[in-house]
């Protein structure tokens, strides 16, 4: 082997490893650096820029797949909207261009993951593709390049130049999994798309509205009548539910699971996160951050060894260790607490990889859709749980006279009875109720078959 293909193989290793880093951090990483550059700004522009990415994230897992390309072009699709987002934050401030960027963020944030999933399954049922060790360790070389930006306050412009570069280096491995992945794509068929029907976009456009306009209350004060607040919060409920409603048939099995599940993540990354600081104090944030990363990386390799490999056995552990933590939670006591949110994250870790296998292998989904139908459902999940904790919200807030912002930037703990009786009690106790409907009653809701 010449020294001129030893560089290229070293190349497609380093873009593969790239391609698999933004592909884990791609969902979190450019909200935290648009975040960082708000903090550090204080900037109307870039409180504009949060809402924009926030809400494209939210809403393009809802329109992708609509113009019925296979996910090996969306996935190339996402790194070269990376490319153009990070470069567009890099370079200037205006804002309808932040705008712009923010809408390519975030449609490649929302989405990276799930066609870089669908991709390396696709290749494990055709191809003997396996990712190499070295395509792990690119994670702690290019956490350095960014901590050179934090020390040197370089107000994060290198930080975007850093990001952009690694989409760009990313796009050749893109490509190469993309020429992998055709003799998954010559034995199968891609799913026709549907025609877009009017009400659905006006509903669309109208509920994403709303949840933009509710995201915008979590970051500012605004003089806005609650009663008003509320009402758009139940218009949202409704709304999304007949989205929901409309794609029921996109997934023959396990939509409850997936809601459930994205319910839980938005209950303990959400709402516990700032609920905790009363329980926590100020660095209750971040434990339950790290919380949850436990629990989610835990969760399958720990109850698979309680179970001792025996798959049922580990379910029912799991099972009952969600529903423990939930009667946990409901405590005031720190440490009953953290027990009680691990086990709700202990059972997500657990759930993910089994939901993953369940929806790609069933045999009346498409393989090309079902892990964006999986990732459809479970933003379901966690904008529902948005939704109820901002209808409990506006209403304690409108009892108690207190101003809807207190809850988001909490000064004490004064306040901690009322956000425990008010919010954390009848949240907790609608999440236990999905997820025992979840645990109990799957017999009751048998597949439905797509119409063609």
């Known amino acids: 082997m010449n020294l001129l293909q030893k560089l290229q193989n070293s190349f497609l290793d380093f873009s593969?490893?790239?391609?698999?880093?933004?592909?884990?951090?791609g969902i979190v990483l450019p909200y935290v650096l648009i975040l960082f550059k708000y903090q550090s700004s204080h900037s109307v522009t870039y409180l504009i820029a949060i809402i924009v990415f926030y809400i494209a994230r939210a809403a393009s897992i809802f329109s992708?797949?609509?113009?019925?390309?296979?996910?090996?072009?969306?996935?190339?699709?996402?790194?070269?909207?990376?490319?153009?987002g990070s470069l567009i934050y890099s370079v200037t401030t205006s804002l309808p261009w932040l705008v712009f960027g923010g809408l390519c963020l975030g449609y490649t944030s929302a989405n990276i993951w799930p066609y870089y999933l669908t991709i390396k399954l696709h290749l494990t049922t055709s191809t003997d593709f396996k990712l190499k060790r070295l395509y792990w360790l690119i994670f702690a070389g290019l956490g350095?390049?960014?901590?050179?930006?934090?020390?040197?306050?370089?107000?994060?412009?290198?930080?975007?130049?850093?990001?952009?570069?690694?989409?760009?280096?990313?796009?050749?491995?893109?490509?190469?999994?993309?020429?992998?992945?055709?003799?998954?794509?010559?034995?199968?068929t891609i799913t026709e798309r549907r025609p877009i029907k009017p009400w659905r976009v006006l509903g669309f456009i109208v509920l994403f509205g709303l949840m933009g306009g509710l995201t915008l209350l979590r970051k500012i004060s605004l003089s806005i009548a609650l009663p008003v607040v509320l009402g758009g919060v139940v218009l949202a409920i409704v709304l999304l539910n007949l989205e929901?409603?409309?794609?029921?048939?996109?997934?023959?099995?396990?939509?409850?699971?997936?809601?459930?599940?994205?319910?839980?993540?938005?209950?303990?990354?959400?709402?516990?996160?700032?609920?905790?600081?009363?329980?926590?104090?100020?660095?209750?944030?971040?434990?339950?951050?790290?919380?949850?990363?436990?629990?989610?990386?835990?969760?399958?390799?720990?109850?698979?060894?309680?179970?001792?490999?025996?798959?049922?056995?580990?379910k029912q552990l799991a099972q009952g260790g969600l529903i423990l933590g939930h009667l946990l939670a409901f405590t005031t006591i720190p440490a009953l607490y953290l027990i009680g949110l691990l086990l709700i994250a202990l059972y997500v870790g657990f759930e993910n990889p089994a939901i993953n296998d369940s929806v790609y292998t069933a045999d009346e989904a498409d393989p090309d859709l079902a892990i964006i139908n999986k990732y459809r459902f479970s933003t379901y999940g966690g904008l529902l749980c948005q939704l109820c904790l901002f209808a409990l919200l506006v209403t304690v807030s409108a009892w108690q006279k207190l101003k809807l912002m207190a809850f988001f930037n909490p000064s004490g703990d004064s306040l901690k009875l009322t956000y425990l009786h008010g919010v954390a009690w009848p949240l907790l106790l609608i999440s236990l109720l999905l997820s025992i409907v979840t645990i109990y009653g799957q017999q009751y809701f048998k597949p439905v078959h797509p119409s063609h």
Not at 147 to 176: E, K, N, T
């Open 16 to 25: 593969i490893a790239t391609l698999n880093f933004l592909a884990n951090i």
């Open 64 to 84: 992708t797949k609509r113009l019925g390309l296979k996910s090996s072009t969306y996935l190339l699709l996402c790194l070269w909207l990376g490319v153009i």
């Open 144 to 188: 350095l390049l960014f901590v050179a930006d934090f020390s040197f306050d370089l107000h994060y412009q290198l930080a975007f130049v850093i990001l952009g570069l690694l989409f760009l280096a990313a796009i050749p491995a893109g490509r190469l999994l993309n020429g992998f992945s055709m003799a998954f794509y010559e034995a199968h």
């Open 244 to 314: 929901l409603a409309a794609d029921w048939h996109a997934m023959p099995a396990n939509k409850l699971r997936i809601v459930n599940r994205g319910f839980l993540v938005s209950l303990v990354l959400l709402f516990n996160s700032f609920f905790g600081v009363f329980i926590l104090g100020k660095n209750g944030m971040y434990i339950i951050f790290a919380i949850y990363l436990l629990g989610f990386e835990g969760g399958s390799p720990l109850y698979h060894a309680l179970g001792r490999q025996n798959g049922s056995r580990s």
